[in-house]
C-alpha cells in the first residue's frame, strides 16, 4: 500500500512537499516514480528514482524545479516542488514501478499506486 499526503493549495512561485509511505511491500526493492493526472488527461510522468536513490529521472515540463527523494529506513519517497507553476496544478500520484523491463516514464510499469494528493497552484 503507499499513501500519499502533502498535497494542498499555494501561490504561484510557492513550494510544497509530497510524501509518500509504504507498507507492506519491500520498499527498497522498488524504483519509484511520481506521476501527475490533470481533468481530462492522460496520467503523466513527473519523476522516478530508483532504488537505491542513486539515479532519477524528470520530465522536461519539472526539470530543475521539483527533487525526487527517498528514505529507504522511512519507506517514503519525497517530491520537493520549488517555483510551482499553475500548469503543475493536478493530483499527484506515487508509484511503485514492477515491471523493470517497462521504461520508467509510463504508468504500465507500475503495478503499486498511491491513492493521489490534489496540489493546486493558484496564480
Known amino acids: 500500500q503507499l499513501q500519499a499526503s502533502g498535497g494542498g493549495l499555494v501561490q504561484a512561485g510557492g513550494s510544497l512537499r509530497l510524501s509518500c509511505s509504504a507498507s507492506?511491500?519491500?520498499?527498497?526493492?522498488?524504483?519509484m516514480g511520481w506521476f501527475r493526472q490533470r481533468p481530462g488527461t492522460e496520467r503523466e510522468f513527473v519523476a522516478a528514482i530508483t532504488r537505491s536513490g542513486g539515479f532519477s529521472y524528470y520530465s522536461n515540463s519539472v526539470k530543475g524545479r521539483f527533487t525526487i527523494s527517498r528514505d529507504n529506513a522511512k519507506n517514503t519517497v519525497y517530491l520537493q516542488m520549488n517555483s510551482l507553476k499553475p500548469e503543475d496544478t493536478a493530483v499527484y500520484y506515487c508509484?511503485?514501478?514492477?515491471?523493470?523491463?517497462?521504461?520508467?516514464?509510463?504508468?504500465?510499469?507500475?503495478?503499486?499506486w498511491g491513492q493521489g494528493t490534489l496540489v493546486t497552484v493558484s496564480s
Open positions: 508509484a511503485a514501478r514492477s515491471d523493470v523491463k517497462a521504461t520508467v516514464i509510463r504508468p504500465s510499469a507500475y503495478g503499486y
Open positions: 507492506g511491500i519491500i520498499f527498497s526493492t522498488y524504483d
